[in-house]
Structures are given as C-alpha cells and as structure tokens.
C-alpha cells in the first residue's frame, strides 16, 4: 500500500521550499481553493487536459480523437475547447506533436520518485539540502508520503513537509515523525475570512499547526496579498503565534499572478479575485514586526 501516487510536478535545484538546494515533488489534490492559487491544476487529485495555446499550430489531429467533438477551430481563433463537453477522456493528447495539449498529473511510484531525487544527492551533501513534499497537499495522499519519506529516511536525505495543515491528526500524527522539518502554511488568523479566501475555516489548521510545531522543528510560510492579510497587526499576531509555538521562522511569500493564466489553461475562469503583492517598503516593515517577536523572517524563502 502507498506505493503508487499522484503528481504533477518535480522540481529539481529548488531553493526556496526548505534549507539547502532541494528537489520538490509537488503532490497532485488539496483541499483548500485559495482565490491566489499559483498552482490551480494541484487543487484535482486526477489527471486533467492542460492547454499551451502559443504551441499550437492548428493542425486539426486533435479534433478526430475527441469522442465528445469539445475542440473546435475557429478561422483567426486557434483552437478551441468546449469545457462544458470535455470529459477529461485525455485521448487528444496523444494526437499533439508540439505540447500544445498536455496532461496536468501522473502516475509515479516510490521508486520512480526515488530513482530522481537521487541524482542531485550530492547537491543536497553540499549545501545542507534534501527533499521537500509539496503540493497540492501531500496530506491527501498519507500512505504515499509515509512510504516516500520512509524510503527517504533509508536513503539519509534531510525531509521536509510544507502543508496547508488541513488534515485528520491520525494522518499527521503517522506523517510528521518520518520528516526533519515542516514548513506550515498560515493564510490569516480570522476564520470567517479564511473561509472566504480558501473555501475552508482555519480552526482545524491552527490546532495542527500546534501539534506539528510542538513535534518537529517549523517554519510559517504566509503568502501575502496585498489589502487581504498584509496589515501589520496581522502579522503580528501571526508572528506572536509563532513565537509562542517555537516557529523558527516565518517566510514571506508575496502574491503572484501566474496562477491566473494556468486557470485558463485548465479550462477554468480566472474570477474576479484581483491580487498584487505587497509594496517592497511594507514587506520590510513587516519583516521588523516579525523580528520584534524574536521570529527570523525571510521573503520569497
């Protein structure tokens, strides 16, 4: 059991996902659906059509294999996709010659995972690195991380968590002693408004984040978007949170936009959530606020 999971991603000579240089495995499926989202096609646990329409040169092979006739080609439009027929069959894929349609979510076992992680084990020797678990959230997926980190744990590699903390205490209680760090992702401290950002409350996720902070060294990440929960007063009770848990650190993670053009690509409307980072003089204002606390802080880190 939990030899098999769900991914969409590996990124290798990773710096920003935990101490070192890093090879992320970006898990496939949350449970959280926040408005800024830089990864939209993680939040479905299974396989979906994901579109590069710059790479498409309207050849027209992939209007044969679709059963459910969802593309179409319009004279001066390119491509196009009826999402309201598409069934997620993936049959077009195979059609694509230039990556134009490509599928967001594999298959992979253990091993696979292993077998690259490995290659980059003396960059990790050298700077203090290992492997992080990302996602989505690698905590739908409990048996598959267990098993991971305890072929990791064989291999000697330094392990990180980063987590949403929005998951059954049974699951973390089997996960958090097979890593050597968590990286804990708090949004806000209201409920209601958490609700309203990421389509779940935070009570839950805080009662984790004491649990985990208690057992294993952490770091707070908090993506920051500007007007939505980068008052000071926030960060500084976020940062007195920290402090009285024994975080070690608290990364600033500063809105970005590329999530908007990956919702798009899998066929989904961007909404009317308009976010922007930060200015550069208030995350410095902020980091202050944070080190008052006797909390290290990062940004982008």
């Avoid at 050597?180 to 984790?208: C, P, S, W």
């Avoid at 409307?269 to 606390?293: D, N, Q, T, Y």
């Amino acid at each position: 059991m939990g030899e098999k999971g769900m991914i969409f991603d590996i990124q290798r000579f990773s710096v920003h996902d935990g101490p070192g240089i890093r090879t992320t495995v970006f898990f496939k499926g949350c449970p959280l659906r926040c408005a800024w989202c830089a990864n939209p096609e993680s939040q479905d646990r299974s396989p979906q059509l994901l579109l590069r329409d710059n790479r498409c040169t309207t050849c027209g092979r992939c209007l044969a294999a679709c059963p459910e006739r969802a593309i179409g080609i319009a004279k001066g439009k390119g491509r196009r996709i009826d999402w309201r027929k598409c069934t997620q069959c993936l049959r077009c894929v195979a059609t694509c010659e230039t990556g134009a349609l490509s599928i967001a979510g594999r298959e992979v076992t253990v091993t696979d995972i292993a077998d690259e992680v490995e290659r980059d084990r003396s960059f990790y020797e050298t700077s203090g690195g290992g492997v992080t678990l990302s996602g989505g959230e690698p905590l739908m997926q409990p048996e598959f991380s267990v098993s991971l980190l305890r072929r990791f744990r064989e291999m000697g590699l330094h392990t990180a968590l980063d987590t949403s903390g929005h998951a059954d205490r049974s699951v973390l209680q089997a996960v958090i002693p097979l890593v050597d760090m968590v990286l804990y992702d708090i949004k806000m401290l209201d409920n209601e408004k958490h609700r309203q950002y990421t389509g779940v409350g935070n009570a839950f996720i805080l009662e984790n984040a004491r649990f985990v902070a208690q057992s294993v060294r952490t770091w707070f990440r908090i993506p920051l978007v500007a007007g939505v929960n980068d008052s000071e007063d926030e960060i500084q009770r976020i940062a007195s949170l920290a402090r009285g848990l024994g975080v070690e650190k608290i990364s600033l993670l500063p809105y970005h936009a590329g999530g908007r053009a990956k919702l798009r690509q899998i066929g989904r409307s961007a909404g009317a959530f308009r976010g922007k980072p930060p200015a550069v003089r208030h995350m410095a204002r902020l980091r202050s606020i944070i080190e008052s606390e006797g909390v290290a802080s990062t940004i982008a880190s």
